[in-house]
């Protein structure tokens, strides 16, 4: 049985092992794969069973891979594989759901509180200096912010939107939810579940859950910013297309939205001319909200477990079936 990892370093940089996948098979895992059909076919023409994470698996890459049977996504996204195609040459094809929940979440918060209290421009100045020279105990430069009170827009709740809504009670803020599925059960008098523009119109902080569909793409736009209260500050750690970008970096470069801290970009990694590289108060952390070693090893096991269920004959977490 041939295995072939397309670009397993994101995943597994060292840290962890591919053992359980040897179990199954002649393993070769490549670092990484340059997004070009005749480097993935020649990797992968006679493998029957593949790992992807972000490298493609195009109609034209699968038509021409007879021997493949199952193809394991190295993700909750799969929009990397031609999943119609796949199901048409009897491929499955399987994705790991939920095994960053609680890391993206509390990933949410980490940005939030950098967002409220500069911990990091803040331990940067103490380090050059400025502390030991200050006249007084205690200086800041930049506003120092209490949520407790204040309203937090969460746009999607699905799993790691309510994960983060838990997290965000506990330091008091009021949640606005807008989601394509109303969950009454989970509704209470601090967590309202709101139409879009009332959400928009009355958060202190947006913080986007959504995935990145047809109907999301771009859903932080000028129009809806214009919307917004002057001041506001945006949270994503979903999927960069949600944002526009330019507009995002007008409001910021404005004033209109005070402060934004994002995960994700639209094409990643970043291009030197994003706009929001030179946009004032814009935290950027290299998407790394899934990447707690505890998260990847989850990711991991699952994708053992997926590839043992899909030998045994009953494959689980199919997204092509
Ligand atoms: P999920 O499928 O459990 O939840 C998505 C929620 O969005 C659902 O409640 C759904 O009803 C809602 N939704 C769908 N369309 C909508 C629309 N048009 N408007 C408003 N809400 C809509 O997904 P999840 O596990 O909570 O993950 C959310 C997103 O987080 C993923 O799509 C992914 O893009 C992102 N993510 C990022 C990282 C990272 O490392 N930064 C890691 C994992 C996931």
């Known amino acids: 049985m041939k295995i072939v990892v397309l670009d397993g370093y994101a995943l597994n940089p060292g840290d962890l092992s591919w053992k359980g996948i040897e179990e199954f098979g002649d393993i070769t895992v490549y670092d990484r794969t340059k997004f070009e059909t005749q480097e993935i076919l020649s990797r992968i023409q006679n493998a029957e069973v593949v790992f992807t994470n972000k490298t493609p698996l195009s109609t034209e890459v699968l038509e021409q891979c007879e021997a493949l049977k199952y193809i394991g996504v190295l993700a909750t996204g799969y929009n990397v594989v031609d999943v119609d195609t796949a199901k048409k040459q009897g491929i499955i094809v399987a994705n790991v759901p939920a095994y960053s929940t609680h890391a993206v979440a509390q990933f949410t918060m980490a940005l939030l509180l950098e967002m409220c209290h500069q911990v990091g421009d803040h331990n940067q100045s103490v380090h050059e200096g400025h502390w030991a020279k200050s006249l007084d105990f205690s200086y800041w430069n930049s506003p120092l912010i209490e949520l407790q009170g204040k309203t937090f827009g969460v ?22 939810v807008y989601s394509r599925t109303r969950k009454p059960e989970i509704e209470s008098e601090t967590c309202e579940f709101v139409e879009l523009n009332t959400l928009l119109e009355c958060s202190d902080f947006i913080s986007l859950h959504c995935p ?13 910013i214009s919307k917004m209260k002057t001041g506001v500050k945006i949270i994503n750690t979903s999927r960069g297309g949600l944002i526009v970008e330019t ?16 995960d994700v970009v639209s094409e990643e990694p970043i291009k030197p001319n994003n706009p929001l590289l030179q946009a004032k108060n814009c935290i950027i952390t290299p998407h790394i909200a899934w990447a707690p070693i505890e998260a990847r090893a989850r990711l991991m096991d699952i994708t053992v477990k997926n590839l043992e269920a899909f030998f045994k004959g009953h494959p689980v977490n199919v997204v092509n079936s």
């Open 155 to 176: 746009i999607g709740f699905g799993r790691i939107g309510q994960a983060v809504a838990k997290l965000v009670q506990a330091f008091g803020l009021h949640i606005l």
């Open 212 to 224: 990145l569909f047809e109907s999301t793409i771009g859903i932080i736009n000028k129009s809806n």
């Open 247 to 262: 507009d995002l970096a007008e409001a910021l470069n404005s004033g209109k939205v005070s402060a934004a801290a994002v």
